[in-house]
Nanobody, 124 residues
Framework: QLQASGGGLVQAGGSRRLSCAAS????????MGWFRQAPGKERNFVAA????????YYVDSVKGRFTISRDGAKNTVYLQMNSLKPEDTAVYYC???????????????????WGQGTLVTVSS
């Protein structure tokens, strides 16, 4: 089970940190990702972190602004979002992909588990 939290209303240029707590799975065996879905649009990849934490991946539009990290002791993945823009407004979902899947880190279909989503609204 994945439980996302940390969403809310933030002004443009501000920061927000999302958290996703995992339970019922061996956290160290999973690639963790964040996806987002803006109103009326498809869900898209935002960021991912390897099972070891040694590699991170970002969509171009958030590079340099967002940072994904994980804490194995807390079974939690984070998404630190800085310099937020109105176009970052979306429901953010965390997801877990078994490392043995050998799937794509950016394709939602390759993820095994999903959190419930947390809404981030960036006002201009």
């Amino acid at each position: 089970q994945l439980q996302a939290s940390g969403g809310g209303l933030v002004q443009a240029g501000g920061s927000r940190r999302l958290s996703c707590a995992a339970s019922g799975l061996t956290f160290s065996r999973y690639v963790m990702g964040w996806f987002r879905q803006a109103p009326g649009k498809e869900r898209n990849f935002v960021a991912a972190i390897s099972w070891s934490g040694g590699s991170t991946y970002y969509v171009d539009s958030v590079k340099g602004r967002f940072t994904i990290s994980r804490d194995g002791a807390k079974n939690t993945v984070y998404l630190q979002m800085n310099s937020l823009k109105p176009e970052d407004t979306a429901v953010y979902y965390c997801a877990a992909q078994n490392k043995y899947n050998s799937g794509s880190y950016s394709m939602g279909i390759d993820y095994n588990y999903w959190g419930q989503g947390t809404l981030v609204t960036v006002s201009s």
